[in-house]
């Protein structure tokens, strides 16, 4: 051996002892890493102190192995990687099937002129030398760890010890991208969990105050009924000059207005008298437009995105138009004395009809939007709290559903759907 392979070989084998302790160092590093976040920075640090390459990237494989979704970029490049190619479809390049199919890295030379790689994306990112190495847990393949170099680096092809050292990268970054989403399905799992608890105990509540007050309104009823009963006998025998016949009037007139609350509280409670029957949902919103415009304050506009197709449902038609006029007026009091824009829209999906009511008002946070269907609950000076009641007992007592979507200060919007039986 003569001095000159003497000399490479050394230059080699250090090379190849200062890699192992960067290693050891990444290693380290990755036992505190808690986000994929922290993980990027660790790899894109050891890559480019390193390697000296300037970006680096890992994509999953999706669960059908179809494609590779960006979970993470850095460098110069990063941007245009997660938002340009946030997914790549597998089975369109020959060079992450082949990087699939193999045991070891790959290393394209220079992407622009290599039949493997998608002229579209080489060209797109000015790809030069691309170097993937696959990521795997428990021998089976998760992602692949990926550097390169772009415009105007030039082509950089790594060393027989930094593939090795890459290679020993990505079983590290595969065991801790493995403990991370384990970590991330638990909060996701348990956020679900709180969510369904969340919406189990609403509906609990809902179901428990529409039945006390279906039957207070059941009972009180009845005893403003047998009142005007009563008042109208006394009204047949009295003279038309009685002085009592004034107190009577107010007294029926009063009565009424009892029984029309205690009407609403049984259509909260989803026993409110319906009459059902086909009929067209679109057609009918078309012939309300007017109806619905000259409700509305000055200041508010109305835009109907009804599409072309009919939508029919079955339903009973005066209380579909009292749930529209009742989420107009909720939404125009969400506007209040300033400008602002209801949109009125319909979304056909199979075997149901979403009505959508969008405003530009001021919007509710949680806390609010929790109580909004509770019976009596209002943020209105003037309000008696059972307009949205009523709603939800009407789509309710007509098997549907309504979602409402809010934030202060950004208006809320409220989806109703109604099945197509």
């Known amino acids: 051996m003569n001095s000159t392979d003497y000399d490479a070989l050394l230059s080699s084998l250090q090379h190849r002892e200062a890699l192992q302790q960067e290693l050891l160092r990444f290693g380290r590093t990755l036992q505190s890493v808690e986000s994929y976040g922290e993980l990027l920075l660790a790899i894109q640090t050891c890559v480019r102190q390193v390697l000296g390459y300037k970006s680096s990237w890992v994509y999953l494989l999706s669960e059908d192995r179809q494609s590779w979704y960006a979970l993470s970029a850095a460098g110069d490049v990063a941007a245009k990687v997660l938002s340009d190619f946030p997914t790549i479809p597998i089975t369109n390049i020959a060079a992450y099937n082949e990087l699939l199919s193999g045991n070891g890295p790959m290393v394209i030379e220079d992407a622009q002129y290599d ?78 969990r709180r969510d369904l608890e969340s919406r189990f105990f609403q509906a609990q509540k809902l179901e428990s105050l529409g039945m006390m007050a279906g039957g207070v309104a059941h009972d009180l009823n009845n005893l403003f009924q047998v009142i005007l009963g009563e008042a109208e ?23 009424n207005q009892a029984v029309e609350l205690a009407e609403q509280m049984l259509i909260y409670a989803g026993r409110g008298p319906h009459a059902r029957h086909r009929f067209d949902l679109r057609e009918t919103l078309e012939k309300m437009q007017r109806l619905m415009r000259a409700t509305l304050p000055r200041g508010v506009a109305l835009e109907l995105q009804l599409g072309d197709a009919p939508q029919p449902i079955d339903a009973d038609p005066v209380q579909i138009r009292q749930v529209l006029m009742n989420l107009l007026t909720n939404a125009a009091e969400a506007i209040g004395e300033s400008k602002g824009t209801i949109t009125l829209s319909l979304e056909g999906a199979p075997g149901e009809v979403v009505v959508v009511v969008s405003d530009t008002g001021c919007g509710m946070d949680a806390k609010t939007q929790e109580r909004i269907f509770d019976p009596f609950f209002t943020t209105r000076p003037t309000g008696r709290g059972l307009g949205l009641a009523s709603v939800h007992g009407i789509v309710r007592a007509h098997g549907g559903e309504i979602q409402v979507e809010s934030e202060l200060g ?12």
């Open 233 to 255: 006998m006394a009204e047949m025998v009295l003279s038309s000059d009685h002085p009592a016949l004034d107190n009577l009037t107010r007294l029926t007139k009063v009565a």
């Open 410 to 421: 950004s208006g809320a919007t409220f989806r109703v759907a109604f099945m197509q039986r």
């Open 115 to 192: 039949d493997r790689i998608d002229k579209r994306i080489a060209v797109a990112m000015g790809a030069r030398t691309l170097i993937s190495v696959p990521m795997r847990l428990l021998s089976e393949h998760i992602g692949m760890l990926g550097v390169g170099t772009f415009k105007p680096e030039g082509i950089r092809l790594p060393r027989d010890e930094e593939l090795d050292f890459l290679e020993n990268m990505a079983r590290s970054v595969a065991a801790v991208a493995g403990r991370l989403k384990i970590s991330e399905d638990h909060r996701r799992m348990e956020w679900e």
